[in-house]
């Protein structure tokens, strides 16, 4: 399943794209510079995974330092924009770009649903500021505590999406991060920073319109973003993704 086959980087308007030989899709939706290095995280990430791979680095969020300099290429990748009146996602007032993105995705899992017979994991990969977390798993639900999910969503407010993923593959991902975090003294955590659970979150695009992925995103922070570290942070995410969605 997981033999690396190369294929070649295809150029895009909001960056580039890669196709995969396996169930997973790696994106990187704030690689244009809100989140630092995680192009090269997303990119390695794919490359141990043989996974399809998605990158925005043209695009940045208004808070970018570059949206004066650039504000054409102000959007963020991450936040979608649903009617529930139309029950579908609404693309008018989004950079065009930003479509492209999302019908990449699209036809990404359509390929691995229909032509592979497999159920597609789309993993989003992001960068947070901490120095006590190391990875926060986004999967549209919070954490009560330590071993306790609130993994009953009320549809009101911003948390009006789906759990993205089984309550066991959490727990198994979260134990298998966290042995590896541990000897780093950092944490992992579950929606602690960013959860997710609106349907205009990025991994909620999975789970709507007849869509039934799983999809989850991955927090990490810049420790383990740094050039002497990162590789060791892909190959551990990597194995932990192969062992949980095996």
């Not at 997303?42 to 570059?66: M, W």
């Not at 505590?145 to 969503?153: A, C, I, Q, R």
């Not at 869509?211 to 050039?227: C, G, H, S, T, Y």
């Amino acid at each position: 399943m997981f033999f690396r086959k190369k294929f070649p980087k295809i150029a895009t308007g909001y960056g580039f794209k890669q196709e995969g030989g396996t169930k997973f899709i790696i994106v990187a939706p704030h690689a244009g510079g809100d989140d630092w290095k995680t192009k090269r995280a997303s990119t390695l990430i794919a490359r141990e995974l043989n996974a399809y791979l998605i990158v925005n680095n043209k695009f940045f969020k208004p808070t970018s330092p570059k949206s004066k300099n650039f504000p054409n290429n102000i959007e963020d990748f991450n936040k979608l924009r649903w009617s529930d009146k139309q029950n579908k996602y609404l693309w008018a007032r989004k950079k065009p770009e930003m479509k492209e993105f999302y019908q990449d995705i699209r036809a990404y899992r359509r390929i691995i649903k229909r032509e592979d017979g497999e159920t597609p994991v789309a993993i989003y990969i992001h960068g947070i500021k901490s120095k006590k977390i190391g990875i926060d798993i986004g999967v549209g639900i919070k954490a009560k505590n330590e071993k306790k999910f609130l993994d009953k969503n009320k549809n009101n407010g911003t948390n009006s999406g789906l759990i993205t993923i089984k309550i066991s593959q959490l727990k198994k991902l979260k134990e298998l991060l966290n042995a590896k975090m541990k000897d780093m003294a950092l944490r992992v955590t579950v929606g602690d920073r960013h959860i997710g659970w609106s349907k205009c979150s990025a991994i909620q695009f999975h789970k709507h319109r007849k869509r039934n992925d799983l999809a989850l995103q991955l927090e990490l922070n810049r420790f383990l973003r740094q050039k002497k570290n990162i590789k060791l942070t892909s190959k551990i995410i990597s194995q932990a993704i192969k062992a949980t969605f095996q």
